[in-house]
C-alpha cells in the first residue's frame, strides 16, 4: 500500500492512498469463487455454472464491494502510518478501480488542531461569596408555603392574586368577536394572562355577577387584527377563588421529610437544601467562567464536521423539549446558523479541556468518582441500588468520569486563574445577578446623556 498527503486548506488532509492490483484482484477473485458455490442459473446445475459466467453477471458489484472494503481499512491503516488524527468521518473517491491495475483512491478529512494551552493567569473568575441569613430562610419559607398554597372560594369581591373563572362576551361595532369570547375562561388575576384592561374590569366583582365595560388591546398584541382596537366585553363571574396559605404545622413539615413537628429540625432541613443550592449555584457559575475564559484566551480553526455534529446535537435537545404525541413530530426546520455560536463554543472548550486532560495526564480520581455517585444517589430512597445501577453501567460511569474530570480541569485552572471574591447575598447567587456583567460603558453614558 502506498500513500501520499496533501495539506489542503485549514484542517482538510486528503491522503491518496493505491492498493496493489494483486491483491484486489485475488480478493475478488476469492469472494466470486464462493458465491459461484450457490450461484443458480438456467441450464446449469447448483455450483456448476462456470466461473466466466459467474464473472461476467456479478463481477462488477464484487468489484465495488471488495474496493469499499478494502478503502476502509486501507484508510485506518493509512492514518496510522502518517500518524494523522481524523476529527470525522473521510469522503473518499475512487481515482483508478478498472481490472489489471492498482486500487487507487483518495480520503479527505479534517484533523483535529493543534492547541497551544494559554496560561491559566489569563482566565479571569468572579466568585460570589455568601451566607444563608434569617431573612433568607423566612422568605425560603414563605416561597414554600406558597407552592403549596390551596384555593378557597373567596367570600369577597375578586382583587389582584385571586384565581377567576368567567364567561365573556367582546363585541367590536357591534359585532360579535369570536377570538374575543370565552366560556369558563380561568386565569389569575395579575399575572397578565389577560390583557390590562379586561382584568381592571374583573376586579371588584363577586361570584354570580356581571359587568360590561371596554377593554383596549395593547398595539403589539399578539393577534394582528385586533392590535389596537377597542372591544365591548360583557363578563359573568362564576368562581372567585383566593390562595390559602397552610400553616407552618406538622402535617406541612412531613412533606419535607421532617417528623413530630419540630420547627427547629424543619428550618434546619430547610436552611440544609438552601446551602446545598447556594454551594452548586456557585460551583456552576465558576465553572461556567472558566469555561467561558478557556474560550476567550485560546484561538484555532475548529472542525467543521464536529460543529456540525454539535449542531445537530443541539438541534435534538431542542425539538426534545416539544412535547407532542407519540410517532408524530413537530414540523419546525430550524436553521443551523440559530445554533452556530453556541455549537462553536461548546466543540472549542471540549477540545481545550481533553489537551489540558492530556498534556497534564488527568484521570479521574477513584475518591472524586465515589463522591460524585453518593451526591448523585442520596436524593433516592435505596442509595446503594441507585450506586449499583451505575456501576453495572459502563457508559453512565464513563459519563461520570467525565464529568469529574471536567470538575479536576475546572479545580486546576482555579489554582492558577485570577479570582475576584463578590461579597453578595444568597438570592442574587441563586439568580445570577452576583456575577452579572456591568453594563457596557457606552450605555452608561448614553443613560447619563438622557437623564
Given at each position: 500500500m502506498n500513500v501520499s498527503i496533501e495539506i489542503l486548506s485549514g484542517l482538510e488532509r486528503r491522503l491518496t492512498i493505491s492498493i496493489d492490483s494483486t491483491k484486489f484482484e485475488?480478493?475478488?477473485?476469492?469472494?466470486?469463487?464462493?458465491?459461484?458455490?450457490?450461484?443458480?442459473?438456467?441450464?446449469?446445475?447448483?455450483?456448476?455454472?462456470?466461473?466466466?459466467?459467474?464473472?461476467?453477471?456479478?463481477?462488477?458489484?464484487?468489484?465495488?464491494?471488495?474496493?469499499?472494503?478494502?478503502?476502509?481499512?486501507?484508510?485506518v491503516e493509512a492514518v496510522r502510518q502518517e500518524e494523522v488524527n481524523p476529527a470525522g468521518s473521510p469522503k473518499l473517491d475512487v481515482v483508478k478501480m478498472d481490472p489489471g491495475i492498482d486500487l487507487e483512491f483518495t480520503a479527505t478529512f479534517e484533523v483535529y488542531p493543534s492547541i497551544d494551552l494559554a496560561p491559566f493567569d489569563k482566565v479571569t473568575v468572579k466568585r460570589p461569596m455568601a451566607e444563608i441569613t434569617d431573612a433568607d430562610?423566612?422568605?425560603?419559607?414563605?416561597?414554600?408555603?406558597?407552592?403549596?398554597?390551596?384555593?378557597?372560594?373567596?367570600?369577597?369581591?375578586?382583587?389582584?392574586?385571586?384565581?377567576?373563572?368567567?364567561?365573556?362576551?367582546?363585541?367590536?361595532?357591534?359585532?360579535?368577536?369570536?377570538?374575543?369570547?370565552?366560556?369558563?375562561?380561568?386565569?389569575?388575576?395579575?399575572?397578565?394572562?389577560?390583557?390590562?384592561?379586561?382584568?381592571?374590569?374583573?376586579?371588584?366583582?363577586?361570584?354570580?355577577?356581571k359587568k360590561t365595560f371596554d377593554a383596549t388591546f395593547p398595539e403589539d398584541y399578539r393577534a394582528e387584527e385586533m392590535q389596537?382596537?377597542?372591544?365591548?366585553?360583557?363578563?359573568?363571574?362564576?368562581?372567585?377563588?383566593?390562595?390559602?396559605?397552610?400553616?407552618?404545622?406538622?402535617?406541612?413539615?412531613?412533606?419535607?421529610?421532617?417528623?413530630?413537628?419540630?420547627?427547629?429540625?424543619?428550618?434546619?432541613?430547610?436552611?440544609?437544601n438552601m446551602q446545598r443550592e447556594l454551594n452548586n449555584a456557585i460551583k456552576n457559575q465558576v465553572k461556567q467562567q472558566v469555561m467561558d475564559g478557556l474560550a476567550k484566551v485560546h484561538d484555532f480553526s475548529l472542525p467543521h464536521d464536529l460543529v456540525?455534529?454539535?449542531?445537530?446535537?443541539?438541534?435534538?435537545?431542542?425539538?426534545?423539549?416539544?412535547?407532542?404525541?407519540?410517532?408524530?413530530?413537530?414540523?419546525?426546520?430550524?436553521?443551523?446558523?440559530?445554533?452556530?455560536?453556541?455549537?462553536?463554543?461548546?466543540?472549542?472548550?471540549?477540545?481545550?479541556?481533553?489537551?489540558?486532560?492530556?498534556?497534564?495526564?488527568?484521570?479521574a480520581e477513584p475518591e472524586n468518582v465515589e463522591i460524585r455517585l453518593q451526591e448523585m444517589a442520596a436524593p433516592y430512597g435505596e442509595p446503594e441500588q441507585v450506586i449499583n445501577w451505575y456501576r453495572s453501567n459502563p457508559e453512565q460511569m464513563g459519563n461520570i468520569e467525565m464529568a469529574v474530570l471536567e470538575d479536576q480541569v475546572v479545580d486546576r485552572i482555579l489554582d492558577g486563574a485570577e479570582i475576584q471574591e463578590v461579597d453578595t447575598n444568597y438570592s442574587d447567587v441563586i439568580s445570577g445577578a452576583a456575577i452579572a456583567p456591568e453594563p457596557e460603558d457606552d450605555a452608561k453614558e448614553d443613560t447619563s446623556a438622557a437623564e
Open positions: 485475488d480478493e475478488i477473485t476469492s469472494r466470486l469463487e464462493q458465491a459461484r458455490a450457490n450461484v443458480k442459473l438456467p441450464g446449469f446445475r447448483s455450483g456448476k455454472v462456470p466461473f466466466k459466467e459467474v464473472r461476467r453477471r456479478y463481477g462488477q458489484a464484487v468489484r465495488m464491494e471488495v474496493a469499499g472494503e478494502l478503502m476502509q481499512s486501507s484508510f430562610l423566612e422568605d425560603m419559607i414563605e416561597r414554600l408555603r406558597q407552592q403549596h398554597a390551596t384555593q378557597e372560594a373567596a367570600e369577597r369581591p375578586a382583587a389582584e392574586g385571586d384565581a377567576v373563572k368567567v364567561d365573556f362576551e367582546g363585541l367590536l361595532n357591534g359585532e360579535r368577536v369570536e377570538s374575543a369570547c370565552g366560556e369558563g375562561m380561568a386565569f389569575s388575576l395579575g399575572q397578565g394572562q389577560m390583557i390590562e384592561d379586561f382584568e381592571a374590569g374583573v376586579i371588584g366583582l363577586g361570584a354570580g355577577e389596537g382596537k377597542t372591544v365591548q366585553f360583557t363578563v359573568a363571574v362564576l368562581e372567585v377563588n383566593e390562595s390559602k396559605l397552610p400553616e407552618v404545622d406538622e402535617d406541612f413539615m412531613q412533606q419535607f421529610g421532617v417528623e413530630g413537628g419540630d420547627l427547629e429540625a424543619f428550618r434546619a432541613e430547610v436552611t440544609s456540525h455534529r454539535e449542531i445537530h446535537s443541539l438541534k435534538e435537545q431542542m425539538m426534545s423539549q416539544f412535547q407532542m404525541p407519540p410517532g408524530q413530530s413537530p414540523n419546525i426546520d430550524l436553521p443551523d446558523a440559530l445554533f452556530q455560536d453556541q455549537a462553536e463554543k461548546r466543540v472549542k472548550v471540549g477540545l481545550i479541556v481533553n489537551e489540558i486532560i492530556k498534556a497534564q495526564k488527568m484521570i
